[in-house]
């Protein structure tokens, strides 16, 4: 029997279970860590279909609200 886990499945629980925790319980260096996880979770996701997907999604949302505000 093989497990595989996949690392940004993995690092998504971590960001989850990190940002579950009260602001005011967590010192600085928690929270660059937090910062730090979430940018090499976006680059592990940036490629996949999933990533793109999202790119596309706020592309077309950042568009179209720069388009409303433009009178």
Do not use: C, W
């Not at 260096?29 to 976006?42: H, M, Q, Y």
């Not at 790119?55 to 077309?60: I, P």
């Amino acid at each position: 029997m093989v497990l595989s886990i996949n690392v940004a499945v993995l690092l998504a629980v971590v960001i989850i279970v990190r940002l579950r925790r009260r602001t005011h319980a967590r010192s600085r260096f928690d929270e660059k860590l937090t910062v730090v996880i979430v940018l090499v979770f976006g680059v592990l996701i940036a490629p996949t279909s999933f990533g793109q997907g999202i790119l596309n999604a706020v592309g077309q949302l950042a568009r179209s609200l720069s388009q409303t505000s433009r009178p």
